[in-house]
């Protein structure tokens, strides 16, 4: 018999309303199903509620994954100019806040109300509040049994996204779909998610909650963020800090320089040429918050004259090369993203079908592929979608 349907799309976020348009588009009949009430919670609730959409500088390097060449083709062939021209198209407007952040005017249900509105066609069927018990491979095709009825496609596109936020619906469907059909997975852990502290450095992140800098975070020569920290009752946040935690493992020590734009070889000597008579507190007030100059760079109260040469290079590495291991992470429970997933050595690269299982497709969230903060996640949720739709 006739598949019910050309496409069943499972997951009506960021990718699965990407892809469900752009199918409709190419004329197939396509069943969209979520767990949900409502699609796209996380399109909703992100970049504080305006939506980071897109970034300026897409660029393959800025996605962690076992293989860092496999989001080339797919970002190419659907860049962020394609994604805002779909934005301008509906009359919605853009700022940049910085680096290249694109974020929506008109807030983030726009930007959700936009793809739906893409979504509009006698050819797609939404279907929430439908859960599903399993996928099944025919001969030919595929069955899905859910809350609303059984179906059949000739095609299935897994965008059911990654475990960040259970809360509004995150959950691990697309590794179970893996597993299933035998697929390889990359060992999933929360991305861009504060990291936290214990003991003194707790204590002192509490006594500082509240208090944020610029400064550079870094693990490595090569893997370094200059953005914005900030101190929180449970150790630390903010965008340097988000950004790095994709990159750090358990029991590593992160690096801050609190003084990016100060050279270290020569700023305390200079200081102490320069300024003798005052104190380290005051020649750094111009340049970081008191409380912080207070609570971390003891004693503030000093000359610079006096300081021992001891105490200048303690002080020096700590403005400098300060080093912190953070106790942990604080989880999926407050994570934007989630590292990891479906190897992408089980798809191709052009159309996000699984090489052995032909007809099953896996974009998004779901598959080993993890943006940056600053709209690079949309992106490639757009960008894979965009892949798989082009090939059906
Ligand atoms: P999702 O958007 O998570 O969609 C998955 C869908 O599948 C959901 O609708 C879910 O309900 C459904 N689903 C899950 N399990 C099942 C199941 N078992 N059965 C049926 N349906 C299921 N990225 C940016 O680029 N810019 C930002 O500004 C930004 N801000 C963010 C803010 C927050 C607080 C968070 C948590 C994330 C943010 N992100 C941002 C990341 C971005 O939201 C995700 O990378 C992106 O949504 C992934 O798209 P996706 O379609 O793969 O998954």
């Not at 660029?59 to 301008?88: E, G, W």
């Not at 407050?334 to 479906?342: C, D, K, R, S, Y």
């Not at 699984?354 to 709209?375: H, N, R, S």
Request: glycine content about 8%.
């Amino acid at each position: 018999p006739k598949p019910n349907y050309d496409l069943i799309v499972i997951g009506g976020g960021a990718a699965g309303l990407m892809c469900t348009s752009l199918a409709a588009k190419r004329g197939k009949k396509v069943l969209l199903i979520d767990h949900n009430a409502k699609p796209g919670r996380k399109i909703i609730i992100s970049g504080g509620g305006r939506c980071n959409f897109t970034n300026l500088n897409i660029q393959p390097d800025r996605y962690i994954s076992q293989n860092p060449r496999f989001c080339i083709s797919a970002l190419k062939r659907y860049t962020q100019h394609d994604f805002i021209k779909l934005v301008k198209s509906h009359g919605l407007t853009y700022n940049e806040k910085t680096l290249g952040q694109l974020f929506c005017d008109q807030k983030s249900p726009a930007i959700l109300a936009m793809l739906q509105e893409e979504c509009r066609s006698d050819d797609v069927t939404m279907q929430y509040q439908c859960e599903i018990s399993y996928v099944h491979k025919l001969s030919s095709g595929f069955e899905v049994k859910t809350s609303s009825g059984t179906v059949t496609s000739s095609k299935i596109v897994i965008a059911s996204g990654g475990l960040s936020m259970p809360k509004i619906g995150a959950t691990n469907f697309a590794y179970n779909i893996a597993k299933q059909f035998n697929l390889s997975l990359i060992p999933t852990q929360p991305g861009l998610v504060p990291l936290t502290l214990s003991g003194d450095k707790l204590d002192l992140a509490i006594s500082l909650a509240g208090t944020a800098l610029d400064c550079n975070v870094f693990l490595d020569k090569k893997t370094s963020f200059r953005e914005n920290m900030l101190f929180t009752h449970r150790g630390l946040s903010g965008p340097a800090i988000l950004q790095i935690s994709s990159y750090w493992r358990e029991s590593q020590e992160v690096f801050f320089n609190f003084l990016p734009d100060q050279n270290p070889e020569t700023f305390l000597q200079d200081l102490r040429k320069n300024n003798p008579k005052e104190t380290l507190g005051q020649v750094l007030k111009p340049l970081l918050p008191k409380k912080f100059i207070a609570l971390f760079l003891c004693p503030p109260e000093k000359a610079i004259a006096q300081l021992s040469k001891k105490e200048l290079a303690q002080i020096n590495d700590r403005l400098f090369r300060c080093a912190i291991i953070p106790s942990g992470t604080e989880g999926y429970r407050t994570a934007e993203v989630t590292l990891g997933g479906l190897d992408t050595k089980e798809l191709s690269s052009k159309t996000m079908e699984v090489k052995q299982v032909p007809g099953l497709y896996f974009i998004g969230e779901a598959v080993d592929v993890t943006g940056w903060l600053g709209g690079y996640n949309f992106q490639w949720a757009w960008s894979s979608a965009a892949a798989c739709a082009e090939s059906l």
